[in-house]
């Protein structure tokens, strides 16, 4: 079973950059879709940015023109790019792998804190 293990969270001040690295145990080309979701405190989970097989991405309006995935398949591993962070981007940030017909696969999550 493949198992997705994101890190690169921390602490950043507004305006700054962080690189989240979703690593996979397996080959993340079985993925029909993988991306990124968040939740903050008191809110719900919502998808951040996703792509799948043939590279097509798609992001939510809060990110877009801020942050950039990218799947490269040889290293197992997809990147979620932040730039121009905002104290509204604090949240855990969950890497999702999609195989139609199978569970969603997820990571534990990793910590985003957007302060000055």
């Known amino acids: 079973q493949v198992q997705l293990v994101e890190s690169g969270g921390g602490l950043v001040q507004p305006g700054g950059s962080l690189r989240l690295p979703c690593a996979a145990s397996?080959?993340?080309?079985?993925?029909?879709?993988i991306g990124w979701h968040r939740q903050a405190p008191g809110n719900k989970r919502e998808m951040v940015a996703n792509?799948?097989?043939?590279?097509?991405?798609q992001y939510s309006n809060s990110v877009k023109g801020r942050f950039t995935i990218a799947r490269h398949n040889a290293q197992n591993t997809v990147y979620l790019q932040m730039n121009s962070l905002k104290p509204e981007d604090t949240a855990v940030y969950y890497c999702?792998?999609?195989?139609?017909?199978?569970?969603?696969?997820w990571g534990q999550g990793t910590q985003v804190t957007v302060s000055s």
């Open positions: 999702r792998g999609i195989v139609w017909g199978q569970p969603d696969y």
């Open positions: 397996g080959e993340i080309f079985s993925f029909n879709v």
């Open positions: 792509i799948d097989r043939e590279g097509t991405s």
